[in-house]
């Protein structure tokens, strides 16, 4: 189908927040109060902050204040990939942190089986389902580094099948496809508005005051106190747990560390009968193709797929704004290459297009640390893989609040930061050239420019 044919009905919205599902918003701010805890953003950084405080601590006063609605930046733009993975998949783990790669393998899996337990035991119904995902392969280049690390893989028993292309195939039927790695437990595909609106619920349950609509507009510390100004009132509080993202930071030193970068997804209507038994899919696995510019894609509940990725835009100048929401080049070219991967759903159209901002660092996870004394903690840099690491991160926050001493504190990834990136304009200089060196490897069988072997050697770089 001719790609602009099948997007000229699609909604200019993201299709998770499309939803009856969707609750009312919380009350604003609307008087100066006070409490212990108080936690800034309405994602899933925030939310796993909240709810997990009221659980080490049920007579803790929290306060959650979101500046729009619960979930409605990235948590509910995303694809719905929940991993295990905390260090943005094993290749950078290792590169960064071999010595600890066996460690922060161990605590990624139990965090992802802590995911799954708290949604059975707050009854939250976000359509999870841990099928795993499959790492495909387009090119030769790409089956060479599929398999790199298979010794490893195996040594740290860790559940991948390696699949030749007849085995892929049966798994999900693209001729694209030469061959891949499925790993099978380590990631869980939700529906993550679903599982933002369901957190918010069980910090309500536990007595969490939510506010919505209620924007953080300056911050101020008496060396006892931190007090925090909306356009509603204040609260004042002895901690505070910052989950802001790439959003301006109230933490002036973040800013220094984070890049917006956009990403882009369409959602088709759902599949036919016939066309799903064309792709295959029986076993419901998220998938990723292998390039430096990748999509990912999955079904949904109602066998719709989400195709997303392969363009990750910097605009210039680190700008955050609503209209970079809705790029139709991007729309058009991931249309294109959706075809391209499955033919046979030649004639499946598109409901919904939309871009989010993910909080990119040049380390590609998360990186944490405190400020005020120890009295104010913060998650940030996820960049495009913290539907699962951020209950890992909001851990570490009230770890590094209480002052404790934990196996997580006491890890190398929680103790470094990043590199940061150089002041504008020499920042958007930097990116873009390596964006365009990223599309070169592609094209030129994987082989690394020597700006990018110089970014490897010092630990940065870029992938979509």
């Avoid at 030749?164 to 694209?176: G, N």
């Avoid at 100048?317 to 929401?325: A, F, L, N, T």
């Avoid at 139709?328 to 409901?351: N, S």
């Amino acid at each position: 189908m001719d790609p602009l044919k099948a997007l000229a009905d699609a909604e200019r919205k993201p299709y998770w927040l499309d939803s009856p599902a969707r609750p009312e918003p919380r009350p604003r701010l609307g008087n100066d109060t006070s409490a212990d805890l108080v936690v800034v953003g309405g994602g899933f950084s925030g939310l796993w902050t909240a709810l997990m405080a009221k659980e080490r601590d049920p007579s803790l006063d929290v306060v959650l204040l979101e500046g729009r609605r619960i979930g409605w930046a990235a948590t509910g733009r995303n694809g719905g990939f929940c991993m295990a993975t905390l260090t943005h998949g094993l290749t950078n783990g290792i590169e960064r942190w071999p010595d600890e790669i066996e460690r922060l393998e161990r605590l990624g899996v139990e965090n992802l089986d802590e995911i799954e337990s708290t949604l059975t035991r707050y009854g939250i119904d976000c359509s999870f389902e841990r099928t795993g995902e499959l790492h495909v392969a387009t090119e030769p280049w790409q089956l060479d580094e599929l398999t790199e690390h298979l010794d490893l893989i195996s040594d740290l028993g860790l559940d991948y099948v390696p699949l030749d292309q007849q085995q892929v195939r049966a798994e999900v039927d693209s001729p694209t496809y030469l061959g891949g790695l499925w790993e099978r437990s380590g990631c869980a595909m939700l529906d993550p508005a679903r599982l933002a609106f369901g957190l918010r619920e069980a910090c309500l349950a536990l007595g969490v005051r939510v506010h919505e609509r209620s924007p953080v507009r300056s911050m101020r510390d008496d060396g006892r106190l931190i007090t925090l100004t909306t356009p509603g009132g204040t609260v004042t509080a002895p901690r505070v747990a910052l989950g802001t993202g790439v959003f301006p930071p109230l933490l002036r030193r973040l800013k220094h560390f984070l890049v917006p970068v956009y990403d882009y997804a369409l959602m088709t209507e759902p599949m036919t009968p016939e066309q799903l038994a064309s792709v295959g899919w029986h076993n419901r696995q998220g998938v990723g193709d292998s390039a430096n510019q990748f999509h990912y894609y999955r079904l949904t509940d109602d066998n719709r797929i989400l195709w997303g990725g392969y363009d990750a835009v910097y605009y210039n100048g680190g700008r955050i704004r609503p209209e970079y929401e809705q790029r139709d080049q991007t729309f058009v070219k991931l249309a294109e290459h959706f075809y391209g991967t499955f033919p046979q759903l030649a004639e499946l159209r598109f409901t919904h297009r939309w871009g989010g901002v993910i909080d990119t660092c040049s380390r590609f996870s998360a990186f944490y640390g405190t400020a005020h004394g120890g009295r104010l903690a913060y998650a940030v840099g996820y960049t495009g893989m913290g539907v699962g690491a951020t209950r890992f991160g909001a851990n570490v926050m009230l770890d590094l609040l209480s002052g404790e001493r934990t196996e997580r504190t006491e890890l190398r990834m929680v103790k470094e930061k990043p590199v940061p990136f150089p002041p504008e304009p020499v920042r958007s200089g930097v990116i873009q050239f390596t964006r365009w060196s990223i599309a070169q490897a592609d094209q030129h069988e994987g082989r690394r420019n020597l700006w990018l072997r110089t970014l490897d050697r010092m630990g940065l770089g870029f992938d979509s």
